[in-house]
């Protein structure tokens, strides 16, 4: 008697974790892209939802970007995206959604001054429609979202104001936004080291502020552009108060009000670190989420 009841407590325990086992996504940690452009293999990082292979239907996307000095494993690392995607499908507030990590290595996911790199240009026409013929993704605006932590949360900007035609949303976390005197003023070695081969090598003061940069200011592209056109895309931008990049997102949200540009803004009790990051990812999910769901 005493097997049998042993037997059906366990069963039952069986029973009541079953779908949480059954609810967890795939991740792949490595793949790999042959790019022409870079003219190198370049590695990559899906979260697959949990009903990926058992289902015939396509999922939204969401291209997740890495910060400066990780790589496309950093958000599955550090930031345990996966167990947050889980979590938020599961609870339903966000669709099942397919989650894409590229590695960017240092290259601010933009193309350098001198050509040399072009991430930006393998990004777009290359990274973007692989994946996406490779994987039962929808391929229409509606569906696909960027976000991004520091570099990262950059390169979300700057996808998102140059192409407002592919992504519905776009989740910035303390975005790595440099107003203009904030470039001027980086100490030589920390210039060279960090933009010097994106904006042009051993330039000092006001000769930092080139053409490249221009380019590639968010605060620049944001004054560069209409309002209408800044309105084809939905913003979520979070940098904690005690990050040394506020100035510039406060600056971007000023921007974005002047312009009369809707978006959502928050300033939370935090640094520039994954704690930070991995209590907000949640909430730029559900707000891209929103975007791929029927209204």
Same mark, same amino acid.
């Given at each position: ?33 042959k790019s022409?452009i ?34 496309n ?17 599961a ?9 894409v ?31 996406? #013929? $490779? ?6 605006? @509606? ?5 991004? %932590? +520091?570099?990262?949360? *950059? ?58 940069? #221009? $380019?590639?200011s968010?605060?620049?592209?944001? @004054? ?5 056109? %800044? +309105?084809?895309?939905? *913003? ?30 928050r ?13 907000g ?13 029927q209204?």
């Amino acid at each position: 008697m005493k097997n049998i009841l042993k037997t059906c407590l366990l069963l039952c325990l069986l029973l009541s974790i079953a779908p949480v086992f059954a609810q967890q996504g795939k991740v792949i940690e490595e793949q790999t892209v042959k790019s022409k452009i870079l003219k190198c293999n370049v590695k990559y990082t899906i979260y697959l939802p949990a009903d990926y292979e058992t289902a015939n239907r396509s999922y939204p996307v969401v291209y997740l970007l890495h910060g400066y000095t990780d790589d496309n494993t950093g958000w599955l690392q550090f930031g345990e995206i996966n167990r947050y995607a889980d979590k938020a499908i599961a609870d339903g507030t966000i669709p099942p959604m397919i989650i894409v990590m590229p590695n960017a290595d240092s290259s601010w996911y933009i193309n350098s001054y001198d050509g040399k790199e072009k991430y930006e240009d393998f990004f777009i026409k290359e990274f973007m429609p692989h994946v996406e #013929q $490779a994987y039962r993704i929808k391929t229409e605006k @509606q569906y696909r979202g960027v976000a991004g %932590l +520091s570099m990262g949360g *950059y390169g979300t900007l700057i996808y998102a104001i140059k192409y407002p035609q592919l992504f519905s949303a776009a989740a910035a976390l303390s975005a790595a936004v440099f107003p203009d005197d904030q470039m001027v003023g980086q100490p030589d070695a920390n210039y060279d080291t960090v933009f010097g081969q994106l904006f042009g090598r051993g330039l000092k003061g006001k000769d930092r502020l080139s053409k490249a940069w #221009q $380019a590639n200011s968010v605060l620049e592209l944001v @004054q560069n552009k209409t309002t209408d056109d %800044l +309105s084809k895309v939905r *913003y979520w931008i979070d940098c904690g108060d005690d990050d040394f990049l506020t100035k510039g997102n406060c600056l971007l949200h000023i921007a974005l009000t002047e312009k009369k540009v809707p978006h959502e803004y928050r300033v939370r009790d935090g640094a520039h670190n994954w704690t930070y990051w991995r209590t907000g990812i949640t909430n730029a999910l559900i707000f891209m989420g929103d975007s791929f769901r029927q209204k």
